[in-house]
């Protein structure tokens, strides 16, 4: 099997809409610490495209209200019953900081910061739109020791 794969960077990224994209960027920078690396605005004070970067991971966004050739497959939690079908797992060196930023900003939090059995510890926040982030200290791709 040939891959394609970029190595300088994620090769997954999770892909957003939201109703008021410069409102969930930020969000994102704020109370989770993303960073901006482009925003490209569309037509009425929407984003075209967004692409916010933490560590080597990346999200992309843009407003809802933009077109889209395929509006059928995509919806928004408010458009849905507030509900998500791919929460988006951060991975952080101390959940503590984030964990304190996010109810000092008086975020929803949907899971409280707790040990994880398989690892570090974690939390999930819902941010206004309704999206869900769990933040954890878990890293899949750090070796394990005694490997």
């Not at 109703?19 to 929407?46: C, K, M, N």
Request: proline share 7%; charged share 15%.
């Amino acid at each position: 099997m040939t891959t394609n794969a970029v190595v300088q960077g994620s090769t997954v990224i999770p892909s957003m809409r939201y109703r008021d994209a410069h409102a969930a960027i930020e969000w994102l920078v704020s109370v989770l610490g993303f960073h901006r690396q482009a925003v490209y605005d569309g037509p009425d004070g929407t984003v075209a495209h967004a692409q916010l970067t933490l560590g080597r991971g990346m999200v992309m966004l843009g407003s809802a209200s933009n077109a889209s050739p395929y509006p059928q497959f995509y919806a928004t939690p408010g458009e849905i019953g507030g509900r998500v079908t791919s929460p988006v797992y951060v991975i952080v060196r101390d959940c503590e900081p984030v964990y304190a930023g996010a109810q000092t900003a008086g975020v929803e939090i949907v899971q409280e910061l707790q040990t994880m059995d398989y690892g570090g510890k974690a939390f999930t926040v819902r941010d206004p739109e309704g999206y869900l982030w769990s933040v954890g200290e878990y890293d899949p791709w750090a070796p394990e020791e005694g490997k």
